[in-house]
């Protein structure tokens, strides 16, 4: 296995979401004002439901948590429903008692997006860096919107997405067609991710297999954006069965 990433396969995509939830409570109950990084797509949805569970029955508490979210689609504001602002609304924090002001989801309507990616840089060094940032992997490899190419020490910019990443959202689960999917995004870099101090990526199904053996056991290379983790110091992969079916030593 190449570098440091510690895997853990669950038989189950629903206990991916539970040890990912787990390790989010525990970070929460030790700090309880964290700073978080968060995702959207359908990977992460059954963590936060759990996430919500073990706020409502075990009062795990984010009101002195801090957010903030991966990315978020150029064109789209926050009201909108495919938007990533409004997903995590819906998913999250409703369910919680996050601070809506603490919660930080690029905006896809920032009259200028450089400016809008600087303050969210500049907000993130004011909170002391993040504590934890979950991901998800395209079956690109992709991290956030960090497509194949993207470099090591890239920050959060607007980036184009690639033919694959507008199919596999307009798929039916986001967008019903791909003219509907925006072609750009505002993205943390991929050296915005890795100044987090711990990285949980989730990747569940047998889409993901091949994209979870290139991150884990392939090159380090902007190839597959995601093999750049390979040197972060505390980075776990929780994967289902499915999505290690491809790795050669997955323990
Ligand atoms: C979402 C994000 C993306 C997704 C990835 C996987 O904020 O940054 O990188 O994590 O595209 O998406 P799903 O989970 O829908 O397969």
């Known amino acids: 296995m190449a570098g440091n990433i510690k895997l853990i396969v669950c038989d189950e995509a629903a206990d991916v979401a539970k040890e990912a939830a787990a390790l989010f409570a525990d970070v929460i109950k030790a700090k309880p004002d964290a700073v978080i990084g968060l995702a959207t797509g359908s990977t992460p949805e059954a963590t936060y439901a759990e996430l919500a569970r073990m706020h409502k029955e075990e009062d795990l508490s984010f009101a002195k948590v801090t957010s903030f979210n991966l990315d978020e689609y150029w064109g789209l504001d926050g009201d909108h429903d495919q938007s990533y602002r409004y997903f995590m609304n819906g998913q999250l924090f409703s369910h919680v008692d996050i601070r809506t002001w603490n919660t930080h989801v690029l905006n896809g309507k920032a009259v200028n997006?450089?400016?809008?990616?600087?303050?969210?840089?500049?907000?993130?060094?004011?909170?002391?860096?993040?504590?934890?940032?979950?991901?998800?992997?395209?079956?690109?490899?992709?991290?956030?919107?960090?497509?194949?190419?993207?470099?090591?020490?890239?920050?959060?910019?607007?980036?184009?997405?690639?033919?694959?990443?507008?199919?596999?959202?307009?798929?039916?689960?986001?967008?019903?067609?791909?003219?509907?999917?925006?072609?750009?995004?505002?993205?943390?870099?991929?050296?915005?991710?890795?100044?987090?101090?711990?990285?949980?990526?989730?990747?569940?199904?047998?889409?993901?297999?091949?994209?979870?053996?290139?991150?884990?056991?392939?090159?380090?290379?902007?190839?597959?954006?995601?093999?750049?983790?390979?040197?972060?110091?505390?980075?776990?992969?929780?994967?289902?069965?499915?999505?290690?079916?491809?790795?050669?030593?997955?323990?």
């Open 113 to 251: 997006p450089q400016l809008e990616c600087q303050a969210f840089e500049q907000k993130i060094l004011s909170v002391g860096g993040l504590d934890i940032w979950l991901l998800g992997i395209g079956g690109n490899g992709h991290i956030a919107f960090n497509e194949p190419g993207s470099s090591v020490d890239s920050r959060t910019r607007l980036v184009d997405l690639t033919p694959e990443t507008i199919a596999a959202n307009s798929d039916g689960r986001f967008f019903k067609e791909a003219s509907e999917v925006p072609r750009c995004a505002l993205s943390a870099g991929i050296g915005t991710i890795r100044e987090a101090r711990k990285i949980v990526l989730l990747a569940t199904g047998s889409g993901k297999a091949p994209a979870i053996a290139a991150a884990v056991e392939g090159a380090f290379t902007p190839d597959c954006p995601s093999s750049l983790l390979q040197d972060h110091p505390d980075c776990t992969f929780i994967v289902d069965r499915e999505a290690a079916a491809d790795l050669k030593n997955a323990g």
